[in-house]
């Protein structure tokens, strides 16, 4: 009897430590932890810089097993000063998923003082556990001064193939301004909204020490003009000649006078610069795209003729043509339905 009873003793242990054993196996593979953060991007290009009265680029990848519950961001001065910027979601797409990415246009008012700021990035899981991503950032003034401008202004028109027909000023339209500081980075209207059924006529303003628009030096005559070609470099595109619904992009340089008052020529549009432009992004293309314009001064007076309008947003540009980049002017253009600025 009493073996008996030891031998149900034992068995009873086993399997007390079996179950422990499968418990603890069990334990490992439920999903726990700190959430995950990968801050890609803070700034333009990941510059790590915004624009008092402008907004700040940031984009990050998050992964956490027990769901988000919320993401919070704070931007606090750097050394003694208290200025403090704040943003936190509890609800929405970011919200109740087990991986998202974030990206957001923080706005920066613009009353925040100019200087260096620290970037905390905080996530929290359906389980109190936390995590945070860190960056440095600097806030620049308003007040720098602008040395280039694009200026984007809806217009009516409809895309055929590489071109546009029946191109004419829409009523009431607003124009959109991106500026820029002599490197060519966006510090005002960098992250561009626009519709991507719009057409919109795009010009060039580019300004001296003193606040005078020089850019008609570019096309001051055919001789000079025949030097110079504008690109839209970057976004990957897909062209709206290749389309079958006529869904994409189309880049169009169309001044039609020279500054000496003379008709612009050449066959194809191959006689126009871009200081003048029209573009539509198409819905082929909605989504985010970084984007460079440049205009580019050729090393011959012959080649412009050879740039077709297939190639305005061609990688390899500056090997096919040689010459050198008189302006580089890089922003971001968001192309979504319902927003057209």
Request: contains cysteine; hydrophobic residues 35%.
């Amino acid at each position: 009897m009493k073996k008996t009873n030891i031998y149900l003793f034992l068995l009873l242990v086993l399997g007390t430590l079996g179950t422990l054993s499968s418990c603890s196996k069990d334990d490992e593979e439920i999903p726990g932890g700190n959430p995950v953060i990968n801050l890609a991007e803070v700034g333009l290009e990941n510059s790590k810089t915004a624009v008092a009265g402008s907004d700040l680029h940031l984009e990050g990848d998050i992964v956490a097993e027990s769901l988000i519950a919320k993401i919070e961001v704070e931007i606090h001065q750097e050394g003694d000063g208290e200025y403090k910027i704040e943003k936190a979601w509890t609800e929405g797409k970011y919200i109740g998923v087990r991986n998202t990415t974030l990206h957001e246009h923080l706005d920066i008012p613009a009353d925040a003082p100019a200087g260096e700021y620290h970037l905390h990035l905080t996530v929290t899981d359906q389980l109190g556990n936390t995590a945070t991503a860190e960056s440095a950032l600097t806030i620049e003034s308003a007040d720098l001064p602008v040395a280039y401008q694009l200026l984007f202004t809806e217009s009516a028109g409809y895309a055929h193939g590489n071109h546009f027909h029946d191109l004419a000023d829409k009523d009431g339209a607003e124009t959109v301004t991106v500026s820029f500081d002599a490197q060519g980075s966006a510090i005002l209207g960098g992250h561009l909204h626009l519709d991507p059924h719009g057409i919109y006529k795009v010009e060039l303003k580019q300004l001296d020490d003193a606040g005078n628009e020089v850019q008609g030096k570019y096309i001051e005559s055919e001789a000079v003009a025949r030097f110079h070609k504008a690109f839209l470099i970057g976004g990957e595109f897909i062209l709206n000649s290749t389309t079958e619904d006529e869904s994409g992009a189309i880049f169009q340089p169309r001044e039609t006078k020279y500054g000496d008052g003379t008709d612009v020529t050449g066959a194809s549009g191959t006689g126009t610069t871009g200081t003048i432009f029209y573009f539509t992004v198409g819905h082929a293309n909605e989504g985010e795209k970084d984007v460079t314009y440049v205009l580019r001064k050729f090393a011959s007076a012959e080649t412009k003729a050879t740039v077709t309008r297939e190639q305005w947003n061609l990688a390899d540009y500056a090997t096919r043509f040689a010459g050198e980049d008189v302006i580089k002017l890089s922003f971001e253009i968001h192309a979504e339905e319902g927003h057209d600025h």
